[in-house]
């Protein structure tokens, strides 16, 4: 009696892995259109990163569906996003793909945002750099000569609580004289903006500044002084791999003040470092999406980063960054969502003091 008890609840299990196995089988997107949102305008580091996927996940998932880039600016990203939140059918066939800029009114507590990635389904998540540069016409040739550097930068901003908390908070630690100018509608703009000498100081993320600034540097129309740095495998900011030669940010700190960088500043920086840069970018599905639609679509996101060919794309316009995929990048993501309440705290309040901007 106990063997066939045994036997009865083997025969259950295979039953029950079968029906799983049957239903991963099962899903198939032959004919479909996969719409993928990106909450910023064409050109820009996202919009440049989901299209240099897009055509190696129509290549894994089953069915071989074709994807469009649905390009969905405002508010920072948040429009996108909330679209997705309120929007968005669990089969499958609309993805989100976020940004820094994304997750920092989220970890901020804007009033305006109605997503919530703790809700979500992570399918591959991409981290990046960012690259800082200089009109050359200020006479600054590294780094080292921002010590004592007093003349007045401008910087073309999307807002003091987007990605450029990163950028805005680190010139204000180096001490540097930076005249933020609000209103831009992204990297892209300021860029141009600086191309047409509207500002005169600016970083990109390393999708935008291997495609378009790198010329400008071969043509002295533009200085790089730093990069953010990436992590390494104990958490330390180290010098990033697309600029090897340029000092991080820790570096031109510690050139600029005699010291490292420490402090309340510091810590508040690093996290959200780490939110807009280690883990910058990740694919989403929304709440409620079936098991098997998200593992078919984690097995393509797998297949996509370890395919050779890609992995050679990933290297000539990503840097080569670490990209994640499925727990991997669920673990990666969560670093981000365990950002210190105290560090989110003295950011807000430094947002206030700086620059009169009080999120609500």
Same mark, same amino acid.
């Given at each position: /009696?106990?063997?066939?008890?045994?036997?009865?609840?083997?025969?259950?299990?295979?039953?029950?892995?079968?029906?799983?196995?049957?239903?991963?089988?099962?899903?198939?997107?032959?004919?479909?259109?996969?719409?993928?949102?990106?909450?910023?305008?064409?050109? $820009?580091?996202?919009?440049?990163?989901? *299209?240099?996927?897009?055509?190696?996940?129509?290549?894994?998932?089953?069915?071989?569906?074709?994807?469009?880039?649905?390009? /969905?600016?405002?508010?920072?990203?948040?429009?996108?996003?909330?679209?997705?939140?309120?929007?968005?059918?669990?089969? $499958?066939?609309?993805?989100? !793909?976020?940004?820094?800029?994304?997750?920092?009114?989220?970890?901020?507590?804007?009033?305006?945002?109605?997503?919530?990635?703790?809700?979500?389904?992570?399918?591959?998540?991409?981290?990046?750099?960012?690259?800082?540069? &200089?009109?050359?016409?200020? !006479?600054?040739?590294?780094?080292?000569?921002?010590? $004592?550097?007093?003349?007045?930068?401008?910087?073309?901003?999307?807002?003091?609580?987007?990605?450029?908390?990163?950028?805005?908070?680190?010139?204000? /630690?180096?001490?540097? %004289?930076?005249?933020?100018?609000?209103?831009?509608?992204?990297?892209?703009? @300021? *860029?141009?903006?600086?191309?047409? @000498?509207?500002?005169?100081?600016?970083?990109?993320?390393?999708?935008?500044?291997?495609? %378009?600034? *790198?010329?400008?540097?071969? #043509?002295?129309?533009? &200085?790089?002084? /730093?990069?953010?740095?990436?992590?390494?495998?104990? @958490?330390?900011?180290?010098?990033?791999?697309?600029?090897?030669?340029?000092?991080?940010?820790?570096?031109?700190?510690? #050139?600029?003040?005699?010291?490292?960088?420490? !402090?309340?500043?510091?810590?508040?920086?690093?996290?959200?470092?780490?939110? !807009?840069?280690?883990?910058?970018?990740?694919?989403?599905?929304?709440?409620?999406?079936?098991?098997?639609?998200?593992?078919?679509?984690?097995?393509?996101?797998?297949?996509?980063?370890?395919?050779?060919?890609?992995?050679?794309?990933?290297?000539?316009?990503?840097?080569?960054?670490?990209?994640?995929?499925?727990?991997?990048?669920?673990?990666?993501?969560?670093?981000?969502?365990?950002?210190?309440?105290?560090?989110?705290?003295?950011?807000?309040?430094?947002?206030?003091?700086?620059?009169?901007?009080?999120?609500?």
């Amino acid at each position: /009696m106990c063997k066939k008890k045994v036997w009865a609840l083997v025969v259950a299990f295979i039953t029950a892995f079968g029906l799983v196995t049957s239903a991963n089988a099962e899903v198939d997107f032959s004919g479909k259109t996969i719409k993928w949102i990106i909450p910023f305008s064409v050109g $820009g580091g996202s919009d440049v990163w989901a *299209r240099l996927y897009a055509p190696y996940l129509q290549k894994y998932l089953p069915g071989n569906p074709t994807i469009v880039i649905k390009n /969905m600016p405002g508010g920072g990203s948040i429009v996108g996003a909330n679209y997705f939140h309120e929007r968005a059918r669990p089969d $499958g066939l609309t993805i989100f !793909g976020s940004s820094g800029s994304t997750t920092f009114p989220y970890l901020l507590g804007n009033s305006k945002v109605k997503y919530d990635f703790s809700k979500y389904h992570i399918v591959l998540a991409s981290s990046t750099g960012g690259v800082v540069y &200089i009109n050359p016409d200020l !006479g600054v040739k590294s780094a080292a000569d921002l010590k $004592g550097f007093k003349k007045e930068l401008v910087y073309a901003s999307q807002g003091v609580t987007s990605l450029d908390l990163v950028p805005l908070l680190a010139f204000d /630690m180096l001490g540097l %004289n930076v005249k933020a100018v609000f209103g831009y509608k992204g990297r892209g703009a @300021g *860029r141009v903006a600086f191309e047409q @000498g509207e500002v005169n100081i600016d970083y990109q993320t390393s999708t935008a500044y291997i495609e %378009n600034v *790198r010329p400008l540097v071969e #043509m002295k129309k533009a &200085i790089p002084l /730093m990069t953010w740095g990436v992590l390494d495998e104990e @958490g330390n900011i180290v010098r990033d791999p697309i600029e090897p030669d340029l000092p991080c940010f820790p570096e031109v700190y510690e #050139m600029v003040h005699g010291k490292k960088p420490s !402090g309340p500043a510091w810590e508040a920086w690093k996290a959200f470092f780490v939110a !807009g840069f280690a883990v910058q970018k990740a694919v989403w599905l929304p709440e409620k999406t079936p098991a098997e639609i998200v593992a078919v679509w984690r097995e393509a996101a797998k297949k996509t980063i370890e395919d050779p060919e890609f992995q050679k794309v990933i290297e000539k316009n990503l840097g080569g960054y670490k990209q994640y995929y499925g727990e991997k990048a669920a673990k990666a993501f969560q670093s981000v969502l365990d950002v210190p309440p105290e560090s989110k705290a003295w950011v807000l309040k430094w947002i206030k003091d700086k620059y009169g901007v009080t999120v609500d």
